[in-house]
């Protein structure tokens, strides 16, 4: 059954252009009399002009019938100027709002989503949602006027051929209402089967590597072929739904014109109607029986149009990141402390971070070790604000970090992950994401993060592409980019360094620790590392094990006192 709020809200996608759809359907009204007076026309051409051989008339009315045809031209040309640009926007304002969407939703969005098969349903809900700037949809008031003007014009022709139109339409449109029902669910099964298709091509491109590796493409090809043959099979159904509405409407019609021409015949006949009257009454029941099939083609479209507008709600539906309504911006020119206070984290009720607690100082260069899965990106993630703790408080100036505009918040942090992402464009415009940096910063925070030399090097230097995630430049190159693009950020007071040398030499490594070491650029570093060399020098280290803060301490008293510490260390180098 079509969910009657779903169909106004798709119809509400039209209320910014109603302006527009105002004067098309003024327009179609005006073409639409004219496709009225033809009829007409013709009637008085065959019975006044043709039969009675009075060739003036048929002059008259031939001419009459061809500017009238000249003049619905103009009018539908104007329709088209009117149409083309709705037909335009529609599309342009939904891809506004899904990119708007993505870029906005939460991180965890896309940890438990193939970003393919986002991206795939994407695409393909716009195109069947935009197909409502279909003419057809934006006709719908004109064609209820045409259907009941047409039945009208039909009565003070024919009452009694009338009738049988009226007896024909009820069946049209009990056929519809079957194959609505029935496409609309193999639209649904269509849909589902697009989106596996998707997942799979997303999962085919990212392990393309594991694929090869381990001779898995046979598989992976029969995994393909059950999904594409499960979609060819909906996708055959529903064209073998389509064509048996397409010959029920080819039986009704012609059923219909045959009962017409014999009951007409009988008529005239009869004299009870001129034969110009029968081709008049059948002009005018095919400008009846035409908006009857229109509104029959909508009811088709809605059937795909529905549930692409309802995953496609979903979707902008998704939890996205918002500032709370009495956020403020960060205004302090320093941070003085960092707290964590009895943080937990859990996902599907199973926790990575349980009780967390501790203090971070200005000045303070703090490393965050563990062994892997202890839950240092995730207290790192949390700290940035990309998940909510579920319980607990994080504070910054002993306020909290809700407290603050995400926007002015995370410009305190300038950020170094394990795995970053290079724009496919120049090195240059990599490093100067926002094109407010100038060439001596970018060269001072290239020259910080040992990428200067090996850049200026190239035949094309900062011109030169990155590839598609950096991939024309080796691990250590891109890490060295990516960290030139961190360094360079302006203003930020925190820093943080996930294993951001795991790719350099290690010259370049020891060369660029020992600047962090002496930086007062920052308010507080923060590194995960475990490197002997570089704890040695930090501040202070706090040690986590299975989502759990064993110690906080320095290098030698937790080298001495805890074994698990020496084992994680010397089993990480």
């Known amino acids: 059954m079509i969910k009657k709020h779903n169909i106004y809200n798709i119809f509400n996608i039209l209320r910014p252009y109603k302006r527009n759809i105002t004067w098309i359907s003024i327009l179609m009204l005006i073409t639409a009399i004219g496709s009225f007076l033809t009829p007409w026309l013709t009637k ?83 195109a069947t949602i935009s197909s409502i700037a279909d003419s057809q949809f934006l006709a719908s008031v004109v064609n209820l006027i045409k259907i009941l003007a047409g039945i009208i014009a039909l009565f003070l022709i024919s009452w009694k051929l009338t009738i049988l139109l009226l007896l024909v339409i009820p069946i049209r449109v009990l056929i519809s209402r079957f194959m609505y029902i029935s496409q609309r669910n193999k639209f649904k099964e269509l849909m589902d089967n697009q989106s596996k298709f998707s997942s799979w091509l997303g999962d085919g491109i ?21 999904i594409l043959t499960k979609f060819s099979i909906t996708k055959k159904r529903l064209l073998f739904l389509g064509q048996i509405d397409k010959i029920s409407n080819g039986f009704l019609s012609i059923g219909f014109n045959c009962l017409i021409y014999l009951v007409g015949a009988s008529l005239i006949i009869k004299n009870e109607m001129t034969l110009g009257g029968l081709f008049s009454f059948v002009s005018y029941s095919a400008l009846v029986m035409e908006p009857i099939t229109i509104m029959s083609y909508i009811s088709t479209q809605l059937s795909s149009i529905i549930p692409a507008y309802e995953r496609f709600s979903t979707f902008l539906q998704t939890d996205k990141e918002e500032d709370n309504e009495f956020a403020i911006e960060f205004k302090d020119t320093q941070v003085y402390k960092m707290s964590f206070e009895n943080i937990s984290l859990a996902y599907s009720n199973e926790y990575v971070l349980s009780d967390i607690s501790f203090d971070i100082f200005k000045g303070e260069k703090v490393a965050i070790i563990g062994a892997n899965g202890s839950g240092k990106t995730s207290l790192i993630n949390l700290l940035l604000r990309f998940y909510a703790p579920t319980t607990g408080t994080i504070k910054i100036n002993d306020k909290k970090i809700e407290e603050f505009t995400l926007e002015s918040y995370r410009k305190l942090f300038n950020l170094m992950a394990q795995s970053n992402y290079l724009f496919n464009d120049s090195i ?16 001072a925070a290239c020259v910080e993060a040992e990428a200067y030399d090996f850049i200026n090097n190239l035949p094309e230097n900062f011109n030169a592409r990155v590839g598609y995630n950096g991939a024309k430049l080796s691990g250590g190159e891109k890490q060295k980019i990516a960290l030139a693009r961190t360094l360079a950020k302006r203003n930020s007071r925190i820093l943080i360094l996930d294993e951001a040398t795991s790719n350099y030499d290690y010259k370049s490594e020891a060369e660029f620790n020992d600047k962090v070491m002496l930086s007062k650029q920052y308010d507080i570093i923060i590194m995960i590392t475990h490197r002997p060399e570089i704890l040695k020098k930090i501040n202070k280290i706090i040690y986590l094990d299975k989502g759990k803060v064993i110690a906080v301490g320095n290098y030698d008293s937790l080298y001495r006192d805890y074994e698990s510490f020496r084992n994680t260390i010397l089993k990480e180098n």
């Open 428 to 443: 240059y415009n990599n490093i100067n994401l926002t094109g407010e940096l100038s060439w001596e910063e970018i060269k």
């Open 44 to 126: 008085s051409l065959i019975d006044e002009g043709i039969i009675n051989k009075e060739y003036r008339k048929v002059i008259f009315y031939v001419g009459v019938i061809i500017a009238v045809f000249f003049i619905q031209q103009i009018f539908e040309i104007l329709q088209f100027h009117l149409y083309s640009k709705i037909c335009i926007r529609i599309p342009y304002d939904l891809n506004i709002k899904a990119c708007k969407q993505v870029l906005t939703v939460k991180i965890k969005y896309f940890k438990e989503r193939n970003f393919s098969e986002v991206l795939s349903e994407i695409f393909q809900d716009i």
């Open 206 to 226: 990212s392990g393309i590597v594991e694929i090869k590796l381990w001779g898995m493409i046979k598989e992976k090809m029969i995994e393909v072929e059950k």
